[in-house]
């Protein structure tokens, strides 16, 4: 049977690698043996396409048509995938539809494109205004305003030259003097600040440096995937994770085509679902990547009690700086103001022109005689309110969710006739009006402005604004309501695997701000949240030298998690430092105030990572076994629960870690031996041995225990063979005395410790028998 004829294979589970130049294939071959060991059927690659020369993570695609000649090229991935199927395993690759990197010396297609203009034929690749800006694309490359950097512009035969960028001339204009030169192209370089209110192409978010790519195109698609095609033909891939779909043009129509070329092949996607929102029905892939899973399994660990006491705690601690007082909402909307009208305005302006020219045309005459302003405002009003990442019009609740938003836009306009523009913006988004092709591009122009906005808003400022509990400020995350109830995880599981259930989970990714472990540790906050605001009084007594409250709340946090470590003092300064930026309170990415900076930087010495940091170090140390129990229950029940775990690399150790490019620091494969690897690697290993227990067929069935400790267990049984049982709360449940006689009522049979060999249980098994050596419990059904 040839590949092409396979039956498509669902992982059992997978393990992520970063690859990158340190790291390339033959590294990643060489570890093969040791991943295999694990028990999962499939390595996860970061993206393997031609990218930027010493990319660290590969996402700044250039190439579609080679495989990364700085990772080995496509031998040295052939050999690695024939390495992986020595040893059981196959490979699952990251692919990168939406962009590509705005570097035309590697970008051949760029290159040809500001060489010919919109009469190129890669034209089409790219997401382009050509009726903007004269026609010309602007390149925001330049280091100051033109007056100040034209010296540096050097004309060099066909090249146009400026420090290490290069773009090519148009034919026939070299030797031109440099004014009449840089008229007579394509493009214009500008100055970089420009990119907030003149760029005329398509971004990844509010990165300059990332182009939007138009696989919506037929030609397109073919061209951009015709290389990972032939990998999945010939059997040295075997699944896709495609990275945010929500930027593409018409997500569903290019998951359709990508599903019929592929044959079906398990692929998941990098949908980052609010909330209660479902995935779209329509969509002919396996699910997510597997944040929503991860808000889940983090939800069973927070005691929703003790959040509530440590945001009160925080509020108070913080003030002034926490933003309108450390309320949620309020801070996504204030961020959302603030990314519209700075990152996202040439977005808003692009999608402004789209809507008036739409409504000055159109036929309908509740369209007509609206003006620029106020059809503006009302996008803007609209954008700022919707609590998803994108509409969908194959999801019902996308017109429920705009509807909602629409009954506060409202509200911005002084004159309700006014306010009739928020009406008609919302229709438009919900197609009511037709679709014709300007109704659909501004459809389309309007959703991709919202996931741009709702990831720019959310994950890169709230998140670093609102801190009260930094572990629930993770992709995905609902920092305003953090914990989840064992029935609603139970709720959550038993969609999944309905609907599901070959979808991806994970807890540790290359992009979460903290790593599993570490946010198993801030958990345990909200089991004392009195005991840590003493600590925090205790070591910020006098002021502790912080700039401002907020921050040192979110530093001495960081500290908390992070733990013992090699490197802290620079890996918490790194992340403090990003942490700020992102806020954009006091200094940004693009305005940066060296004096508060600096401020940082000496408090950190001094602070977390000083002397005061000692005592933060006694407290965590007195609080390891609930860590370790938090840790231990979070890896356990991803394992388990339904989906396809996705292990990132090195966390099946105590794996801790910050933001990136700290979680992206290279690994050692095995060696450690520790509590946490046996509970993996026991998982694991039981998946691979009993697959259809946790497969597409498999069931999943909730367990309660009974007592008075009964909350204190999170208990689930799959297909009747295997069944996972775990403390959550532990610290919690200490100060009450234990279990107290607690049993968890087993299924019918007996069943064997997969953890403890030897050990059996059946009938009415007490937790205190269960959870005697371990927070955790992994059985399995013994049969008749």
């Not at 007996?750 to 059996?760: I, S, Y």
Request: charged share 25%; with cysteine.
């Amino acid at each position: 049977m040839t590949p092409e004829q396979r039956e498509p294979a669902v992982p059992t589970a997978t393990y992520r690698l970063q690859l990158q130049p340190g790291f390339p294939f033959g590294a990643a071959a060489d570890a093969v043996p040791y991943v295999a060991s694990l028990g999962v059927s499939h390595l996860h690659l970061s993206p393997v396409l031609e990218a930027v020369p010493g990319s660290p993570h590969g996402y700044d695609v250039v190439d579609h048509a080679r495989v990364r000649e700085e990772l080995g090229g496509e031998e040295g991935l052939r050999e690695l995938a024939r390495t992986a199927r020595e040893h059981g395993l196959g490979l699952v690759v990251d692919i990168v539809p939406n962009h590509m990197a705005m570097s035309p010396r590697h970008n051949r297609a760029l290159w040809e494109v500001l060489r010919e203009g919109p009469a190129s034929p890669y034209a089409r690749w790219f997401d382009i205004d050509w009726e903007a800006q004269g026609g010309q694309v602007l390149l925001p490359v330049l280091g100051g305003p033109f007056g100040e950097e034209a010296g540096r512009l050097e004309a060099d035969g066909d090249v146009l030259r400026y420090y290490d960028h290069a773009f090519p001339l148009r034919e026939g204009t070299a030797g031109l003097p440099l004014p009449r030169l840089l008229d007579a192209q394509w493009y214009r370089p500008v100055w970089w600040r420009l990119a907030r209110t003149e760029l005329n192409y398509r971004r990844f978010f509010s990165i300059s440096e990332l182009i939007g790519v138009r696989v919506e195109d037929p030609e397109v698609f073919d061209a951009t995937h015709g290389k990972i095609l032939e990998l999945l033909r010939e059997g040295v891939i075997d699944g896709l994770r495609v990275d945010h779909p929500d930027g593409l043009a018409d997500p569903d129509g290019y998951l359709r085509r990508l599903h019929e070329a592929t044959g079906g092949r398990w692929t998941v996607v990098e949908k980052i679902l609010s909330d209660g929102e479902p995935l779209p029905p329509s969509w002919p892939v396996a699910g997510t990547t597997g944040y929503d899973a991860l808000r889940h399994v983090d939800g069973l660990f927070t005691d929703p009690a003790g959040f509530g006491e440590l945001l009160g705690r925080y509020r108070r601690f913080a003030a002034p700086q926490t933003d309108r007082g450390g309320d949620w909402d309020a801070t996504v909307r204030r961020a959302a103001y603030k990314v519209l009208t700075h990152e996202l305005a040439t977005e808003v302006d692009r999608l402004t022109r789209v809507t008036s020219r739409l409504c000055a045309a159109s036929p309908e005459p509740a369209l007509r005689d609206r003006a620029p302003w106020a059809l503006r405002t009302a996008l803007q009003e609209l954008l700022v309110r919707l609590e998803v990442y994108r509409p969908y019009s194959s999801v019902d609740a996308a017109g429920v969710v705009t509807e909602k938003a629409a009954d506060g836009a409202r509200l911005a306009f002084a004159v309700p006739e006014e306010a009739g523009a928020v009406d008609v913006v919302r229709d438009l988004v919900l197609g009511r009006y037709g679709d014709g092709p300007e109704y659909v591009e501004f459809r389309t122009r309007f959703a991709q402005t919202a996931s741009a906005l709702r990831a720019k808003s959310v994950e890169d400022t709230a998140f670093y604004r609102y801190v009260p509990l930094l572990s629930a400020t993770e992709v995905g995350g609902n920092p305003g309501d953090p914990a989840v109830s064992p029935e609603r995880f139970h709720a959550y599981c038993a969609r999944v695997q309905r609907d599901w259930p070959s979808t991806g989970t994970v807890v540790s990714t290359h992009d979460t701000k903290r790593s599993a472990d570490v946010r198993a540790a801030l958990h345990v906050l909200t089991e004392c949240p009195e005991r840590w605001t003493d600590v925090l009084a205790e070591v910020t007594r006098g002021g502790g030298g912080a700039p401002d409250a907020q921050l040192a709340w979110a530093a001495w946090q960081t500290v908390f998690g992070l733990g013992p470590a090699q490197d802290a003092e620079e890996r918490v300064r790194g992340a403090l430092l990003k942490h700020v930026r992102e806020a954009g309170l006091y200094t940004s990415w693009t305005e940066q105030e060296p004096p508060y900076e600096e401020a940082v930087e000496r408090f950190v010495a001094e602070g977390p990572c000083g002397v005061p940091g000692e005592r933060v170090a006694a407290f965590r140390a007195s609080l390891e076994p609930h860590i370790r129990a938090n840790a231990w229950g979070a890896a356990l029940v991803h394992l388990t629960m339904p989906g396809v775990p996705d292990v990132y690399q090195g966390t099946e150790h105590e794996y801790r870690a910050l933001v990136d490019p700290d979680n992206r620091r290279a690994v050692r494969f095995g060696g450690e031996g520790s509590g946490k690897e046996a509970v993996t690697r026991a998982a694991l290993r039981l998946r691979a041995r009993r697959p259809a227990a946790f497969g597409d067929r498999a069931s999943y069935a909730p367990l309660t225990a009974e007592g008075p400790a009964a909350a204190h267990c999170l208990a689930f049984a799959r297909s009747g063979e295997v069944l996972t049982a775990v403390t959550r709360l532990s610290l919690r449940l200490a100060e009450a005395g234990g279990w107290h006689g607690t049993r968890l009522a087993l299924p019918a049979g007996r069943w064997a410790d997969v953890l403890e060999p030897g050990r059996e249980f059946g009938g009415h098994a007490p937790l205190e028998e269960l959870f005697q050596r371990s927070p955790v419990a992994l059985l399995e059904r013994i049969p008749d």
